[in-house]
Structure formats: C-alpha cells, structure tokens
C-alpha cells in the first residue's frame, strides 16, 4: 500500500528556517490537492497550507508571508519552506493527499525553541 514518506523537521532556533517534503512511497497516477497540517500538544490538528496541482495555494493566517508550500507534480511530492520559525510553530507537522481515501504521513516533529 502507498504511504506518503516526510523528511525535514527537528529542532530550530526563533527566527530560523525549515524545509518540509513529502513523497509517496510507491507510484501514483496524479494527486489534486495536497496539504500540510500540524498538530500542538493538547490541541487539534489545523490545515496550514495548501496546494492544487495547478498551483493554487491557500494558507493559515498566521503562518502568511513566513511559510511557503509548493509541489513538483512529476513525483507527486510536497514541500513546505518555513522560515521566521516562532515557538508557537512547534508542533507535529503532517503531509495530506488528495487520494483515493486520502493519504497520510506519519508525522515529522518540529520544534521552535532557544
């Protein structure tokens, strides 16, 4: 069965910068939309940003101008640039697809401290 595979998280400095992918783990024919969510301790899972395959993208208020999803359809993976990291950012972010029942990844943990 075809997962989707995250790579890129860990332990950031306020201010400093991340870069998140994602990729399925075997092949498939093309996906819509992908995303990027993010859960905190004790609180639920939110969308941050989004992305079709043409290139639309929607973002959570709070992570606009700072955060930036792109994709590269050939090998259906998605990334997410995170720069100007805050405290208020850590959480454990995960890759979504627009797949058949939808797609997860496991989970890649970031966490904004000094």
């Known amino acids: 069965q075809v997962q989707l595979v995250e790579s890129g998280g860990g332990l950031v400095q306020p201010g400093g910068s991340l870069r998140l992918s994602c990729a399925p783990s075997g092949s498939i024919f093309s996906i819509n939309r992908m995303a990027w969510y993010r859960q905190a301790p004790g609180k639920e899972r939110e969308l941050v940003a989004r992305?079709?395959?043409?290139?639309?993208?929607y973002y959570l208020d709070s992570v606009k101008g700072r955060f930036t999803i792109s994709r590269d359809n050939a090998k259906n993976a998605v990334y997410l640039q995170m720069n100007s990291l805050k405290p208020e950012d850590t959480a454990v972010y995960y890759c979504?697809?627009?797949?058949?029942?939808?797609?997860w990844g496991q989970g890649t943990q970031v966490t904004v401290s000094s």
């Open positions: 992305i079709t395959r043409f290139g639309n993208t």
């Open positions: 979504y697809a627009e797949y058949a029942e939808g797609l």
